[in-house]
């Protein structure tokens, strides 16, 4: 699975541009925590190549980019959490996700 590095708040923009055409999931991992180690290993099981079709996916070391995780906590109405995912479609986030709730099988029920 090839995640999207998410790492500056500037890309929040061109994210919100995208998932106008293709959703977008956001993950919020915390390379401190063990429950978001799990969380990633979880999305990596279930990535496939329909999934891929679906939506991008961008991955955000909150522990490098804690100023990225509070952009994307106000742009998209959200309380940070970690880990998290969010699935962004037309510019708003239409799914928020933490902890053993995250997962892409998730996402794409919602995006359909």
Do not use: W
């Amino acid at each position: 699975m090839d995640f999207i590095n998410l790492n500056q708040a500037a890309q929040l923009d061109q994210i919100n541009e995208q998932s106008k055409s293709k959703a977008q999931v956001l993950f919020k991992h915390s390379t401190r925590c063990s429950v978001s180690s799990f969380a990633k290993r979880i999305l990596t099981s279930e990535f496939s190549d329909a999934l891929d079709a679906k939506f991008d996916v961008h991955y955000l070391d909150l522990i490098a980019h804690r100023d990225v995780s509070g952009a994307i906590a106000d742009k998209y109405n959200v309380e940070h959490a970690s880990p998290q995912m969010l699935v962004i479609i037309n510019g708003t986030c239409v799914y928020n996700a933490s902890h053993s709730d995250v997962s892409l099988d998730k996402a794409a029920q919602i995006i359909g």
